[in-house]
C-alpha cells in the first residue's frame, strides 16, 4: 500500500478568480477529498500592475506522486482558462502552484520543493499557516505558524479577507 503525503498548494488568480478559484477547488475535491481550504484572500498584484489578485491555500494528502499531481494541476488550471504558456507576470485566470510535498526536497526544471516564495509571500504563508500551523518547513525545520508570526512583508502586503462562497461536498469545511 502506498504511504499518504501531506500537500499544500497555493492557489489564485486575477481574472475571474471567484468563480475560477471555485471551478479549481471542485476539481481538486474530486481527486483529493477531503481538502483543507484556508480562508480566501484579495491583494495587490505582485510583478506588474494589475487587477487584485484572490488567493487561498488548499491541503489534503495524496498517494499521487509529485509529476502526477503537477500533471492534476495543470489540468485544472487548463480548465480555468489558463493555457501552459502563459507569461509568469501578467493577468491569469489561475495558478496552482505545490507550496509542499510532505518533506521532500527537489531543485529540477520546472519545480523547486519547498517552494521559495512561500515563506516570502504572505499571500502564500499566512493562509498555510492557517491551515497547517504547526507542519514543519523541511528545510528550516521550523513550523509555518512561527514563520507566519515572524514575517515582516505581511505589513507592507496588506490580505483582504474575501467571501469566496464554496462548499465542500466531501470532507471538512473551509475555514
Keep these: 500500500m502506498s504511504r499518504s503525503t501531506s500537500v499544500l498548494v497555493a492557489a489564485g ?4 478568480p471567484i468563480e475560477n478559484l471555485r471551478l479549481a ?10 481538502l483543507r481550504v484556508s480562508r480566501a484572500y484579495a491583494n495587490a498584484a505582485v510583478g506588474f500592475t494589475g487587477d487584485d489578485f484572490v488567493n487561498l491555500v488548499v491541503g489534503f494528502d495524496t498517494v499521487s506522486t509529485v509529476d502526477n ?10 480548465a480555468c482558462g489558463r493555457p501552459r504558456e ?3 507576470w501578467a493577468p491569469r485566470t489561475m495558478d496552482l502552484d505545490v507550496l509542499l510535498f510532505g518533506d521532500l526536497i527537489c531543485t529540477r526544471p520546472g519545480l523547486t520543493l519547498p517552494r521559495p516564495d512561500l515563506l516570502r509571500r504572505p ?7 492557517e491551515i497547517a500551523p504547526t507542519t514543519v518547513h523541511p528545510i528550516t525545520h521550523r513550523t509555518l505558524l ?10 507592507s502586503h496588506a490580505l483582504r479577507p474575501v467571501e469566496l462562497g464554496w462548499r465542500p461536498k466531501w470532507g471538512h469545511s473551509p475555514i
Excluded: C, I, S
Design 13 to 16: 488568480g486575477n481574472v475571474a
Design 25 to 34: 477547488l471542485d476539481r481538486l475535491e474530486t481527486q483529493f477529498a477531503p
Design 69 to 78: 499531481l503537477l500533471e492534476r494541476l495543470h489540468e485544472a488550471e487548463a
Design 86 to 88: 502563459a507569461p509568469k
Design 123 to 129: 499571500y502564500m504563508l499566512g493562509p498555510a499557516a
Design 146 to 155: 512561527e514563520h507566519w508570526a515572524e514575517m515582516r512583508e505581511r505589513e
